[in-house]
């Protein structure tokens, strides 16, 4: 820190602070995968110093659900629905910190239908 003004002084007590933006935990990419009509579970997202997360693009399967925490961790959760190809869903979610830095990260999920009640016959 520079006083332009030519004055020199020097405080005795650490007033001055610094904010870093949130760092994030959780590496980008895949997210697993996920057969049609299942539970994705508890899928942690963490990143250091964030009060709250929110999807800025992208599109979530159907019935995923984004679960904002105010301590670092978010969560997705919820029963998958609607799928009716293989699909690899892409979405972005922002880490903003009390300061209201952010910090964004990429992820993917896969959904699977596989063949069931197919009939296929060998």
């Known amino acids: 820190v520079e006083n332009n003004d030519g004055n020199a002084v020097r405080s005795g007590s650490a007033i001055l602070t ?5 760092s994030w935990t959780t590496s980008a990419g895949s997210l697993g995968s996920f057969a049609g009509g299942a539970s994705f ?3 942690n997202l963490t990143a250091t110093n964030s009060t709250s997360m929110a999807k800025v693009s992208g599109t979530f399967p159907g019935g995923m659900t984004l679960n904002s925490g105010g301590s670092g961790t978010s969560t997705l959760t919820g029963t998958e629905s609607g799928a009716t190809t293989d699909t690899t869903y892409s979405f972005t979610i922002r880490a903003t910190d009390a300061e209201g830095q952010t910090a964004d990260r990429a992820f993917t999920v896969t959904i699977t239908l596989g063949a069931n009640n197919s ?3 060998n």
């Open 119 to 121: 009939g296929q016959f």
């Open 41 to 43: 579970g508890t899928i």
């Open 18 to 22: 610094v904010s870093d933006v949130p």
